[in-house]
């Protein structure tokens, strides 16, 4: 997912190995899925406790699994974050779920040290 997440910042849409650049299609794709995933309303996670830096994610749950993957456009430059939790014991349906919490936790120990 991480990767994922990094050929959507980088554009780079080509098959894997390929020197081809993003064609102006590619680059449109690319500008919609980015402002899709930097206008979601779940903040729970990556972005919870990096305040107004602007993040670029999605999230997923299950019951005893909590994820999210993103973007987070740091002063130095952007910065791909993925964390998947599972075998959770907290499965309540809140945005203190202990799961959420660690993400986000995780999130803004990863941003402090590289920024």
């Known amino acids: 997912m991480a990767m994922v997440m990094k050929r959507f910042a980088t554009c780079d849409l080509a098959a894997p190995g390929s020197s ?3 064609s102006e299609s590619d680059r449109a794709l690319c500008d919609t ?11 729970e996670g990556i972005p919870r406790y990096l305040g107004d830096l602007t993040v670029a994610s999605k ?19 952007p910065i791909v974050i993925s964390v998947f ?3 959770n014991k907290d499965q309540s349906w809140t945005p203190d779920n202990a799961g ?9 120990a990863i941003v402090d040290a590289w920024q």
């Open 20 to 22: 081809e650049l993003p």
């Open 33 to 43: 899925a980015l402002d899709m995933l930097k206008n979601q309303t779940e903040r």
């Open 59 to 77: 999230g997923g749950a299950i019951d005893a699994a909590r994820n999210d993957v993103g973007i987070v456009y740091a002063k130095n430059g």
């Open 85 to 87: 939790t599972y075998d």
């Open 100 to 108: 959420r919490l660690l993400i986000a936790r995780i999130s803004k």
